[in-house]
């Protein structure tokens, strides 16, 4: 059995998610709009859940059994595609959060003059 990684990244307006190999080679990918949500609907958690179970379906034909997880965007529906890739058979090894954050956050602009 296989080893790879899956890619959740989370919008508030969809989530995407990916499985790679351990060298991070794309082997199949699979999003909410993808499966057949549109609009707003894309980011509920029925949507992930629904994504999710795709992407562990194709997983599991191409032989991946045990995954790690890298979780990476804001919203609350990651947590519904990590529920649902456990109960479609996967076996989770690790999850991580690389949410890039701000150390500063960007330059602001300059005052206006009056």
Do not use: M
């Not at 529906?77 to 949410?99: F, H, N, P």
């Amino acid at each position: 059995s296989l080893e790879g990684i899956i890619h959740i990244q989370n919008t508030f307006n969809n989530i995407i998610l990916t499985l790679t190999d351990q060298q991070g080679f794309i082997k199949t990918y699979t999003s909410a709009g993808i499966v057949g949500f549109r609009g707003a609907r894309r980011s509920q958690p029925v949507a992930a859940e629904r994504a999710a179970e795709e992407l562990a379906r194709r997983a599991l034909k191409l032989g991946y059994s045990t995954v790690s997880i890298r979780l990476k965007g804001p919203g609350n529906t990651k947590q519904y595609a990590v529920q649902s890739l456990a109960a479609a058979g996967l076996q989770i090894i690790s999850l991580a959060d690389v949410t890039p954050i701000p150390y500063n956050g960007c330059r602001l602009p300059k005052r206006r003059r009056v």
